[in-house]
């Protein structure tokens, strides 16, 4: 119940291409849902997050997707760029100080 | 600036020794963690601190311990009894409060750890 299951483990997207990493959970009284951007070598860095009271949020080129009743959500990065090559870790919480987090994605985006 | 600190950056020990990570921050957050991360598994939370001189075991807290004297301070010993300790250990530090907002973490730079 406590689990966060994302996927794809690793994406190789063109330049200009959308990424698209998912992740899927359980435990219904998770509240909170933040994306974590991580570069080799450097602690994550949050990117974007979302609530459940909204299905989608949009910040510049990266889109969070939500679906309460399917209990998955998505990171939708638009155009994507070089720079944007890291892996990227969804979480989840419930109101309380633990993250619980997916197993991460590694991005790579080919010039 | 503000930020969290984490020392030193690398971090060699023989095996059966202790060390101690630093972790500073001045962010005036009340909670901190430990995390340690190991490839292809995410981020594993070791112990977190609500407040200082509490603290709390996360899902994998045997072989490690932490003290938290100060709120801007969460050093993190790693012993002899954790079994595989070569990993990069991140700490991070949130606002502490329960409500919306105060749920984001901010994660210091880490410290790789490799024992010999």
């Known amino acids: 119940q406590q689990q966060v299951k994302q996927s794809p483990q690793s994406l190789i997207v063109q330049k200009g291409g959308i990424s698209i990493i998912n992740c899927a959970y359980e435990?219904?009284?998770?509240?909170?849902f933040p994306w974590y951007q991580q570069f080799p070598g450097k602690g994550p860095a949050l990117l974007i997050a979302?609530?459940?009271?909204?299905s989608e949020k949009k910040e510049g080129r990266f889109t969070i997707s939500f679906n309460k009743s399917a209990k998955q959500f998505s990171l939708h990065i638009m155009d994507s760029q070089p720079g944007d090559s890291a892996t990227y870790f969804c979480?989840?919480?419930?109101?309380?100080?633990?993250?619980?987090f997916g197993s991460g994605t590694r991005l790579l985006v080919r010039p | 600036d503000g930020g969290i600190t984490q020392s030193p950056k690398y971090l060699f020990r023989k095996e059966g020794q202790n060390v101690t990570l630093s972790c500073e921050q001045n962010?005036?957050?009340?909670?901190m963690y430990w995390y340690r991360q190991d490839p292809g598994q995410g981020l594993r939370l070791i112990y977190y601190?609500?407040?200082?001189?509490?603290?709390q075991k996360g899902d994998i807290a045997e072989g490690y311990s932490v003290s938290r004297e100060k709120k801007e301070s969460f050093p993190l010993t790693v012993t002899s009894a954790q079994k595989n300790p070569t990993a990069f250990y991140l700490c991070?530090?949130?606002?502490?409060?329960?409500?919306?907002?105060?749920?984001?973490?901010?994660f210091g730079p880490g410290t790789r750890l490799t024992v010999l």
């Open positions: 435990n219904t009284a998770f509240d909170y």
């Open positions: 979480a989840a919480s419930k109101s309380s100080y633990k993250l619980i």
């Open positions: 979302i609530r459940p009271d909204v």
């Open positions: 991070a530090s949130s606002i502490g409060l329960a409500g919306a907002g105060t749920d984001t973490q901010y």
């Open positions: 962010l005036n957050h009340d909670a």
């Open positions: 601190s609500q407040i200082v001189n509490d603290f």
